[in-house]
């Protein structure tokens, strides 16, 4: 379908000179932080966004943009409807996206057919609207399982709009607000998905300092406030004065509400019409309505949008309404599948076919693809006509044999969910059987619903959900009713036992079952285990079918995807005979001077009770005519927050962010001052206690933990120290996955290895081909197969080595060089084939050698910066490229340190003060010890003028190895 085409034409682009992202998506695959699959939706995403310019999926495929380049001439079609495709690109894109394949034939073969027989009887246009649901902006849906990441997409893309809209403000195409909307069966789900939002670190995706900067910008809303009012045109909704409140030009503003009950009760609609009813009179919950209206740049992001699609009218409505008043920017929702629930029918004059996609799928990530990357692999057990009973009793124990004594590398236990149709026979059935039969400690039992007039939980018990997946949880059997379905965040669950129907909705059994799927460990082989009665089997093969196009079968007999493809490297450092590289470098020791005796802890915790006015923030709600926003009254808030404070977890997290210097009993013999500071950062309300976000806690945590040490000043000792480095650790060169970057090719790289065993000439003997070719071309003649001679040149070149092979003693003191996976630009490789071409690199019998794989060289440069009179340790760098020039002694006389960068790090400034450092303290320091300039550094970034590059170099190389 579409996701699969536009996966094609995103390839191509981030290949193409005309892409101009590959730099951050470097940078993106270099930090290391988000899947693969994470980072294909981001590349869709920016795809969508810079080359397809951000227009509506229906207006890019009238144009042409997702078409395969069929040439019609070569297609065996009558010459009328060849002409008027030819003319028609609307007309056009929808036979060639009918001839797309799909298995052994095309996707729509009788709409191809009637168009080919009579091409201009159809209406194009309205096709390709009805295949695009007739919406008139930019509206994606991102497909992708649970446990693949799509809050920490939510929150990429929120940061990447904001980074391209700072650079861009007038640039319609990036948001600079954001509305997430949550289905409201998934209200427990709202704070976890903020939360993660709220705490991404943007650093994974945008380098420094942007990403801090970015970060400070962001402002986020809860929207799950009960109305205050009735019937008034006051605004006293508290949470239209939320929104009220960053009017008239917010920048960064994110807000959460869910779906349908915030918003879609706030229309009046009608069966037919495509936006709402405008009665403004008649219902101040429309307030909402017109407030979101008028928030300029708006992209709405909607969690599980297949809940959505039960009231899918009344969304599609609402964004429609908002869409009128011009500030939508884009549309993006969340699924785990792609799939309807009944196939979508389009017309197309007298014929109709049906999709049974959802269609504006841009990115598409299977559930089977996910379990051989990264999930936890399931085992799916049914009880053929075994009781609740038997089925928990056998579930319970194959949990207790395989994961009992399981504890994860972050700490936590594994666990076991089991979900009950009703609390009656959670309390009255399930609860006791584990109790009493199966003899397990109530202390690691867990029991959450909702409660009823029987039956209710106390606060500690919500508290201990929202904690099973910390170490400090030790509850491992989780008996839960209606929660736990979906927006449920814990890797730790191992299983999950579903024994009777109706233990899930019958419509959620996938989810729920697969709620055990999530990874714990980053890279680790994992498992899980599932036991369903055969009814919740049934529903679960049916909905694998429907969802995935997958099977229990097919569940139970995956396989992780083994390793890829491994390329065996080889050094060469013994037949290139290359020397170390001798250098000097800055070495800075620090030394620690106690200022204190003793630390004076409860000293210290005083001074912050007293300035805890400092670390608080100011906040004001205004409230006001919704016709005049300018007018109303301004009231100061003293609390908000929605995060549950807990004295004991918050000591916790105190001592655990102090990396173990400070133990929670140390911690509690200051259960006097500490405790008055939880009471002024937190606040009571419905009985709940609630952490109030106005506070820097972050700030006094850390201020609380600089209480326990004692105060230090800091001194420096500086020294220049000889080093030699090889260009090579031969041990740590092991075995790389096949990958599009290695380089040179696997032939020649087979050819430069049996040359060096050979030590034959790379020169081939021109006299010796020209006897041979005579001779060749001779016998051919005689035998009288004339015809059959080819020509001299071709001739020549299959004896003449590449140019590769010719530049084996001049590089290559490994092979293959490996630049990296997809996502890089190739401009290192290009960097190196042109220096390796220069005929001043070769007049010069100069080497170049790729320094820039981490890990495999000790040619490492620490770097410093200077601040007041102390330097400050920034890191280490180390040069992409060296090129180098011997001295007769087999010596390295000069170097040439080279920096292949993207324009994106023009602004990086961790990097800039690296490149500072190399440039000149390395540089100077270096020449001093040696008497003469023996590096130099040249920085080359990369751009579509290649040409303007290699001179820059060339230039450089005249001007450096001039002696």
């Given amino acids: 379908m579409l996701h699969a085409i536009i996966k094609e034409k995103k390839n191509k682009w981030l290949q193409s000179r005309d892409c101009t992202i590959r730099d951050l998506i470097k940078y993106i695959r270099e930090k290391g932080q988000l899947r693969d699959t994470q980072i294909e939706a981001i590349e869709t995403y920016l795809f969508l966004k810079i080359q397809g310019q951000n227009k509506p999926l229906w207006q890019l495929f009238s144009e042409g943009f997702f078409t395969n380049g069929t040439d019609l001439s070569k297609l065996n079609i009558n010459q009328i409807a060849r002409d008027f495709l030819t003319n028609n690109k609307d007309a056009f894109a929808v036979y060639d996206f009918a001839r797309t394949k799909s298995g052994n034939s095309s996707l729509l073969p009788e709409l191809e057919r009637r168009i080919v027989d009579n091409p201009a009887t159809l209406n194009y246009e309205a096709i390709i609207k009805s295949i695009f649901y007739n919406v008139s902006y930019a509206d994606y849906l991102m497909s992708l399982p649970m446990g693949a990441g799509k809050t920490f997409l939510m929150a990429t893309f929120i940061y990447l709009d904001l980074y391209f809209a700072e650079k861009e403000p007038d640039n319609k195409s990036f948001a600079h607000n954001f509305l997430v909307l949550i289905p409201s ?70 807000f959460v509400v869910n779906a349908e009950k915030v918003i879609l009760e706030s229309f009046k609609f009608d069966k037919d019409a495509q936006i709402p009813f405008e009665e403004e009179e008649q219902d101040t919950t429309n307030d909402l309505k017109k407030l979101f209206g008028k928030i300029p740049n708006l992209s709405i992001l909607i969690d599980e949008v297949h809940h959505a699609a039960t009231d899918d009218i009344k969304l599609r409505q609402a964004v429609n309404y908002w869409h009128t008043k011009g500030n939508i920017t884009t549309v993006l929702g969340f699924s785990g599948t792609p799939y309807l629930q009944g196939a979508e029918t389009i017309k197309a004059g007298d014929y109709a076919f049906k999709f049974s996609q959802i269609i504006n799928t841009v990115y598409y990530y ?130 999950v036992i579903l024994s009777q129907k109706g233990d899930s909705p019958q419509n959620m059994v996938l989810q729920t079952s697969c709620r055990c799927l999530r990874q714990v460990g980053k890279g680790k ?98 409230t006001s005519e919704i016709s005049n926003i300018d007018t109303g009254t301004i009231d100061i808030i003293n609390e908000t927050g929605i995060a549950f404070a807990n004295y004991n977890q918050w000591l916790f997290e105190i001592s655990r962010q102090s990396f173990g210097l400070i133990s929670e009993t140390q911690l509690h013999q200051y259960d006097t001052e500490l405790h008055e500071i939880f009471e002024t950062v937190s606040f009571e309300k419905d009985g709940n206690r609630f952490f109030n976000e106005l506070y820097d806690l972050h700030l006094i945590q850390s201020k609380i933990r600089v209480a326990f040490s004692i105060k230090r000043d800091l001194k420096t000792d500086t020294e220049v120290i000889p080093k030699q480095a090889e260009l090579l650790i031969a041990e740590r060169l092991t075995d790389v996955e096949q990958n599009p970057k290695l380089y040179p090719t696997e032939a020649d790289t087979n050819k430069i290895l049996e040359l060096d065993k050979t030590n034959e000439s790379v020169e081939v003997d021109m006299i010796e081909v020209e006897k041979a070719y005579t001779l060749m071309k001779e016998a051919l003649e005689t035998q009288g197969m004339g015809n059959m001679v080819m020509s001299y040149d071709s001739f020549k070149s299959g004896k003449e080595y590449s140019s590769v092979v010719k530049s084996k003693n001049n590089s290559f003191h490994y092979l293959p060089y490996n630049f990296g996976g997809s996502g890089s630009s190739g401009f290192e490789i290009e960097t190196l084939q042109k220096t390796l071409q220069l005929a001043d690199f070769k007049s010069k019998n100069l080497e170049i050698y790729y320094n820039g794989e981490r890990g495999l060289t000790e040619f490492v440069i620490h770097c410093f910066a200077k601040e007041g009179k102390y330097w400050k340790n920034i890191g280490k760098y180390t040069t992409d490229f060296l090129i180098i020039k011997r001295t007769a002694k087999d010596k390295i006389h000069k170097a040439l340190l080279i920096e292949t960068k993207g324009a994106l790090y023009a602004e990086d400034k961790l990097f800039q003060k690296k490149k500072n450092y190399v440039e000149t303290e390395f540089l100077k320091l270096n020449q001093e010890k040696f008497g003469y300039q023996r590096f130099d550094f040249l920085y080359l970034e990369d751009s579509k003028n290649i040409v303007a590059n290699i001179k820059k170099l060339n230039d450089k190389l005249n001007q450096f190895f001039n002696d």
Wanted: hydrophobic share 35%; with cysteine.
């Fill in 185 to 254: 069966g998934l209200k427990s789900s709202i704070i976890p998905s903020l939360k993660t939002i709220e705490n991404f670190d943007p650093s994974w995706v945008i380098p420094e300092p942007f990403s801090s900067n970015l970060k400070k910008l962001l402002k986020f809303d809860v929207l799950d406030e009960q109305k205050t009012a009735k019937r008034s045109n006051k605004a006293r909704n508290p949470n239209a004065q939320k929104v009220n409140a960053c009017l008239p030009s917010p920048f960064g503003q994110v």
């Fill in 366 to 495: 299977p559930l089977v693809t996910a379990i051989k990357k990264f999930l936890k692999t399931p085992t799916v057990k049914i009880g053929q006509n075994l009781t609740r009973f038997e089925i928990i009793k056998q579930g319970i124990k194959d949990f207790d044999i395989q994961y009992k004594n399981i504890v994860y590398e972050n700490g936590t236990i594994a666990k076991i969910a089991i979900y009950c149709s009703n609390i009656q026979v959670l309390e009255e059935e399930v609860y006791p059987f584990l109790t009493t039969d199966l003899k397990i400690d109530p202390t690691e039992i867990l029991k959450f619903h909702g409660g009823n007039k029987e039956y209710s939980l106390s606060k500690e018990n919500e508290l201990a959900f929202r904690s099973l997946d910390l170490p400090i949880s030790k509850k491992r059997y989780i008996l839960l009713v209606q929660v736990g379905k979906e927006g449920w965040d814990c890797p730790s669950l191992t299983a």
């Fill in 525 to 622: 082989e994992e498992t899980a285990l599932i036991w369903l009665n055969k009814d919740n089997a049934d529903t679960l093969n049916k909905q694998l079918k429907q969802e995935q196009n997958s099977s229990i079968d097919e569940l139970n007999s995956i396989k992780r995807i083994g390793k890829a493809d491994m390329v065996e490297r080889h050094s060469r450092m013994q037949y290139l005979r290359l020397p170390t590289v001798d250098f000097y470098q800055m070495k800075v020791t620090y030394q620690s001077i106690d200022e204190e005796k003793n630390a004076n802890t409860k000293i210290k915790l005083k001074d912050i009770i007293k300035k805890m006015e400092d670390y608080k923030a100011s906040a004001l709600i205004s």
